[in-house]
C-alpha cells in the first residue's frame, strides 16, 4: 500500500493519541469526517494500523520499578524454547517477552510495586522458569517515548 503524507500525518497523529475521533483528524488535515474514517478504516484493513491501545500510568496503578531482565537458557532447542515462552508469559508482571539474538535469549520487560516485589518475582517466579541460566537485570531509571519513523 502506498502512504501519501496525509496517510503518514494521520499515523503521527495517531500513534501519539490514539483515541483521536475521524472528525478531530479532519479537521487538523483539512478534510471532512467521511474522507477521514475512510482513510483510517483504509490503514486498519491493510494492516498498517493493528490496533489501538490503552497506556497505562504503571506508577500510578502501584508499579513503581520496572526491570529489564535478559534471560539465557541453560539448554536450547525448540522445545525448552516453547516451555520457557509458555510459562514466561502466564506471569503477569511480566509485559513484555521479545526472543532475541545476542549474549541472552530473551529480553522481559518486568513490573514490580518495589525493589523487594522484582526480587519476590525474580526469585519465585523467574528463576524457577524451565531452562533459566543466566539472568541479568536492568532497573529502569527514566523513559522517554519515541514514535518510530513514519
Known amino acids: 500500500?502506498?502512504?501519501?503524507?496525509?496517510?503518514?500525518?494521520?499515523?503521527?497523529?495517531?500513534?501519539?493519541?490514539?483515541?483521536?475521533s475521524a472528525g478531530e483528524l479532519g479537521r487538523r488535515f483539512c478534510l471532512s469526517q467521511p474522507a477521514a474514517w475512510r482513510r483510517v478504516k483504509r490503514l486498519h484493513d491493510s494492516g498498517i494500523i493493528a490496533g489501538r491501545r490503552v497506556d497505562l500510568d504503571r506508577e500510578a496503578l502501584g508499579f513503581g520499578v520496572t526491570v529489564f531482565l535478559g534471560v539465557k537458557l541453560a539448554t536450547k532447542g525448540r522445545v525448552s524454547l516453547e516451555d520457557f515462552e509458555r510459562a514466561v508469559?502466564?506471569?503477569?508482571?511480566?509485559?513484555?517477552?521479545?526472543?532475541?539474538?545476542?549474549?541472552?535469549?530473551?529480553?522481559?520487560?518486568?513490573?514490580?510495586?518495589?525493589?523487594?516485589?522484582?526480587?519476590?518475582?525474580?526469585?519465585?517466579?523467574?528463576?524457577?522458569l524451565p531452562g533459566?541460566?543466566?539472568?541479568?537485570?536492568?532497573?529502569?531509571?527514566?523513559?522517554?517515548?519515541?514514535?518510530?519513523?513514519?
Do not use: K
Open 1 to 20: 500500500m502506498t502512504l501519501d503524507e496525509i496517510d503518514r500525518g494521520f499515523l503521527r497523529a495517531l500513534s501519539e493519541d490514539a483515541t483521536l
Open 89 to 128: 508469559t502466564a506471569i503477569p508482571e511480566v509485559q513484555t517477552v521479545a526472543h532475541v539474538l545476542g549474549l541472552y535469549d530473551y529480553r522481559l520487560r518486568v513490573v514490580a510495586r518495589d525493589l523487594s516485589d522484582f526480587e519476590r518475582v525474580l526469585r519465585r517466579r523467574i528463576m524457577t
Open 132 to 150: 533459566v541460566g543466566d539472568v541479568e537485570a536492568n532497573v529502569l531509571l527514566s523513559e522517554e517515548r519515541r514514535p518510530g519513523p513514519i
